[in-house]
């Protein structure tokens, strides 16, 4: 049902105006300033008819904001009656604010402060019942349901950090043996007691996977590894040859001396398959046996196991049905390059097992990931009207927001809810790190388009202990970072732009196990909230699915292109004979790209023409093969 919601105009009178809250409206003249700022575009919905409070507040807003059209359902306004976008100014009030709604978890050394989302008392209770049906659901989820419907699975990547919370003691036992089974081959990985067949030991691991195969280990890596790691990791995370030319020309001989991790659930993903073939063509050129430093972590029996099975691999690891590619960090995804590398990953485990415990709470206050997605549903307006920009400050946690961005991305953004209405749900994520994007966007985050509202990540701890030194009197460079991130804080909110502030003491293996559960908690509980299904990814075949329609037809153009290189004369053809032979004349255009990606690679011969007028070409292959491969 379309809905039309209350239009605010500056004709309109004093009913338009929103109801008063007990924290709103202490300084008329600064909120004034903020309406004519900062708040064009911002959509009115149920405007109370309690009005009649505060003439300035009136007319400021009334020049400012506009007419809102949704064809949202009547359910989905449920928790909207709210005055939104009137942040509170007054510096004592704001402070009230920030110490009455500050979460903090003790053992975890972590805060959350929420005081700079504008959300009200009124919007909380009224989210409520939303959220009790979201903490039984994710109760379930734990105790084993099939909450991803459509996969017909059960979701499982809290077990990883308390097995024992399983479901079925074989379930707890799988992650039990896997876990010992990563530390003991890591330690003799590391050791030296498992040796490359021509190298002294192993000193690099090459982690071949894509997505959520690869997102957690660089996330993790960046964030976590030592300076000098026992092994060093490099990705390949894409099909791109120029890429993974590069990644295997920068170990040169030490290829001897690397671990190829190849890392997929599926086991079937063709980016990663490309990229495994690379390497092992790699290690033929070098004259290395591949499947003596290989390893596989993928689910039993796919096609990548039984690669690795049948080729005598070095190990195999499992990945488990019922743990997504975008929670898979604490599984031997993230687990095993983690130990690798040296990082501790009992404290990774431990810290997401804390983390997990917190957010369990049924009560919103005290639920850290309830919280988060109490903000983001507040200043998404539920249906992701805002991007959620994510700024760790502190250069280790620069890929953090890009690990967020599949998490989030993938688990929101659904056509269709629960029930099959079509929602298009969502949240954007984008983000670097800072203080670096001052320099950068935040210029338009502060005065420009408000279609944003950011996550501030702070670290306390500035650098280890016995290394600070003041380079100028009584400030360090750490308290430069420190003043960047207030200050930008400040300033988007004086602007009235919102934020949220997750801090932790230090970037170790347990906060981060504890940032990686609190998203991976936040996004489960939001998913309920606005009830789409988190934990499937439909939309992601429609490409795949397209990228081998483009294969297919890029064969049957070699094909024809072929059958004319080989008469005598070579025939050149134009791209619409290409496509009248290929029967295919609705696909002209992409025989036409297909054709110049062949010719930029020396795969075929533009005879007649240029590519910029794709009219004008004649083409033909260099090469004839007498036996027709490409059928
Ligand atoms: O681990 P894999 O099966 O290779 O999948 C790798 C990635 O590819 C897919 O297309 C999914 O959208 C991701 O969720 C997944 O993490």
Redesign the pocket.
């Given at each position: 049902m379309a809905a039309i919601y209350g239009l605010c105009s500056s004709s309109s009178t004093s009913n338009l105006i929103p109801k008063p809250h007990s924290w709103i409206v202490s300084y008329p003249h600064r909120i004034e300033e903020t309406f004519k700022s900062g708040f064009s575009g911002v959509s009115c919905k149920n405007w109370s008819t309690n009005g009649n409070n505060n003439n300035v507040l009136t007319h400021s807003v009334a020049r400012d904001v506009s007419v809102s059209v949704s064809t949202t359902t009547g359910d989905d306004m449920a928790g909207k009656s709210k005055s939104k976008r009137v942040l509170e100014m007054d510096p004592q009030v704001l402070w009230e604010r920030y110490t009455e709604w500050l979460y903090q978890h003790k053992d975890l050394g972590l805060y959350l402060d929420v005081s700079r989302v504008g959300f009200t008392d009124e919007f909380v209770q009224e989210m409520e019942p939303r959220f009790m049906k979201a903490f039984k659901a994710m109760e379930e989820l734990e105790k084993g349901a099939i909450a991803n419907p459509d996969e017909g699975r059960m979701v499982g990547h809290y077990w990883l950090r308390n097995p024992s919370l399983s479901p079925k003691a074989s379930l707890k036992l799988q992650i039990e043996n896997s876990i010992e089974a990563i530390c003991a081959f890591a330690d003799e990985i590391v050791g030296g007691k498992i040796k490359p067949p021509t190298a002294s030991r192993f000193t690099q691991i090459l982690s071949v996977?894509?997505?959520?195969?690869?997102?957690g280990p660089q996330f993790v890596a960046e964030a976590l590894a030592p300076d000098n790691p026992p092994l060093k990791i490099r990705f390949i995370d894409n099909t791109d040859p120029a890429g993974i030319d590069h990644q295997i020309a920068q170990l040169g001989p030490e290829l001897a001396s690397t671990l190829v991790i190849v890392?997929?659930?599926?086991?079937?993903?063709p980016?990663?398959r490309n990229g495994l073939l690379e390497v092992q063509k790699a290690f033929r050129e070098a004259g290395l046996n591949f499947s003596k430093q290989g390893v596989a972590i993928?689910?039993e029996s796919?096609l990548l196991d039984n690669t690795a099975r049948i080729e005598g691999w070095l190990a195999r690891f499992p990945?488990f049905d019922w743990v997504?590619?975008?929670t898979?960090e604490m599984s031997a995804?993230g687990l095993l390059a983690a130990a690798l590398q040296g990082i501790n990953i009992k404290e990774m485990l431990a810290g997401a097992s804390l983390m997990d415990e917190a957010t369990r709470s049924r009560e919103i206050k005290n639920n850290p990931a309830a919280l988060l997605a109490l903000c983001w549903y507040w200043a998404t307006d539920g249906v992701g009207s805002k991007d959620m920009v994510v700024l760790p400050y502190k250069d280790s946690l620069l890929l953090f927001s890009r690990y967020l961005q599949?998490l989030v991305m993938?688990s929101l953004g659904k056509e269709f809810d629960l029930d099959g209405n079509r929602v298009n749900q969502g949240l954007t994520v984008y983000g670097n790190k800072g203080s670096t994007d001052q320099h950068a966007y935040i210029q338009q985050l502060r005065d420009g388009v408000h279609n944003f509202f950011v996550t501030f990540i702070e670290v306390l701890r500035d650098r280890p202990p016995g290394h600070d030194w003041e380079l100028e009197p009584g400030v360090t460079c750490g308290d430069y970072l420190f003043g960047m991130l207030q200050g930008t804080r400040s300033a988007l909110y004086s602007n009235a732009r919102e934020s949220i502030t997750v801090t932790v003491q230090e970037v170790t293996p347990r906060s981060v196990g504890a940032l990686i559960a609190l998203y991976e908690r936040a996004v489960g509980i939001y998913a309920s909230i606005v009830n789409i299904n988190a934990y499937h990814?439909p939309g992601?075949?429609a490409g795949?699915k397209a990228a081998g329609e483009v294969l297919a037809l890029q064969k049957r153009v070699l094909s024809v292109l072929n059958d004319a290189s080989c008469k005598d004369p070579v025939e050149p053809l134009s791209i619409e004979e290409v496509a009248d032979r290929c029967h295919s004349p609705e696909d002209i255009e992409m025989i036409y790209k297909i054709i110049a990606h062949m010719a930029a690679n020396d795969r075929a011969v533009i005879s007649e023409g240029h590519c910029g007028s794709p009219r004008s070409i004649k083409v033909f292959l260099g090469e004839c093969n007498v036996e027709d491969l490409y059928d």
């Amino acid at each position: 049902m379309a809905a039309i919601y209350g239009l605010c105009s500056s004709s309109s009178t004093s009913n338009l105006i929103p109801k008063p809250h007990s924290w709103i409206v202490s300084y008329p003249h600064r909120i004034e300033e903020t309406f004519k700022s900062g708040f064009s575009g911002v959509s009115c919905k149920n405007w109370s008819t309690n009005g009649n409070n505060n003439n300035v507040l009136t007319h400021s807003v009334a020049r400012d904001v506009s007419v809102s059209v949704s064809t949202t359902t009547g359910d989905d306004m449920a928790g909207k009656s709210k005055s939104k976008r009137v942040l509170e100014m007054d510096p004592q009030v704001l402070w009230e604010r920030y110490t009455e709604w500050l979460y903090q978890h003790k053992d975890l050394g972590l805060y959350l402060d929420v005081s700079r989302v504008g959300f009200t008392d009124e919007f909380v209770q009224e989210m409520e019942p939303r959220f009790m049906k979201a903490f039984k659901a994710m109760e379930e989820l734990e105790k084993g349901a099939i909450a991803n419907p459509d996969e017909g699975r059960m979701v499982g990547h809290y077990w990883l950090r308390n097995p024992s919370l399983s479901p079925k003691a074989s379930l707890k036992l799988q992650i039990e043996n896997s876990i010992e089974a990563i530390c003991a081959f890591a330690d003799e990985i590391v050791g030296g007691k498992i040796k490359p067949p021509t190298a002294s030991r192993f000193t690099q691991i090459l982690s071949v996977g894509i997505g959520g195969s690869a997102l957690g280990p660089q996330f993790v890596a960046e964030a976590l590894a030592p300076d000098n790691p026992p092994l060093k990791i490099r990705f390949i995370d894409n099909t791109d040859p120029a890429g993974i030319d590069h990644q295997i020309a920068q170990l040169g001989p030490e290829l001897a001396s690397t671990l190829v991790i190849v890392v997929s659930k599926s086991g079937g993903t063709p980016e990663t398959r490309n990229g495994l073939l690379e390497v092992q063509k790699a290690f033929r050129e070098a004259g290395l046996n591949f499947s003596k430093q290989g390893v596989a972590i993928t689910q039993e029996s796919s096609l990548l196991d039984n690669t690795a099975r049948i080729e005598g691999w070095l190990a195999r690891f499992p990945m488990f049905d019922w743990v997504g590619g975008r929670t898979s960090e604490m599984s031997a995804v993230g687990l095993l390059a983690a130990a690798l590398q040296g990082i501790n990953i009992k404290e990774m485990l431990a810290g997401a097992s804390l983390m997990d415990e917190a957010t369990r709470s049924r009560e919103i206050k005290n639920n850290p990931a309830a919280l988060l997605a109490l903000c983001w549903y507040w200043a998404t307006d539920g249906v992701g009207s805002k991007d959620m920009v994510v700024l760790p400050y502190k250069d280790s946690l620069l890929l953090f927001s890009r690990y967020l961005q599949q998490l989030v991305m993938e688990s929101l953004g659904k056509e269709f809810d629960l029930d099959g209405n079509r929602v298009n749900q969502g949240l954007t994520v984008y983000g670097n790190k800072g203080s670096t994007d001052q320099h950068a966007y935040i210029q338009q985050l502060r005065d420009g388009v408000h279609n944003f509202f950011v996550t501030f990540i702070e670290v306390l701890r500035d650098r280890p202990p016995g290394h600070d030194w003041e380079l100028e009197p009584g400030v360090t460079c750490g308290d430069y970072l420190f003043g960047m991130l207030q200050g930008t804080r400040s300033a988007l909110y004086s602007n009235a732009r919102e934020s949220i502030t997750v801090t932790v003491q230090e970037v170790t293996p347990r906060s981060v196990g504890a940032l990686i559960a609190l998203y991976e908690r936040a996004v489960g509980i939001y998913a309920s909230i606005v009830n789409i299904n988190a934990y499937h990814q439909p939309g992601v075949e429609a490409g795949k699915k397209a990228a081998g329609e483009v294969l297919a037809l890029q064969k049957r153009v070699l094909s024809v292109l072929n059958d004319a290189s080989c008469k005598d004369p070579v025939e050149p053809l134009s791209i619409e004979e290409v496509a009248d032979r290929c029967h295919s004349p609705e696909d002209i255009e992409m025989i036409y790209k297909i054709i110049a990606h062949m010719a930029a690679n020396d795969r075929a011969v533009i005879s007649e023409g240029h590519c910029g007028s794709p009219r004008s070409i004649k083409v033909f292959l260099g090469e004839c093969n007498v036996e027709d491969l490409y059928d």
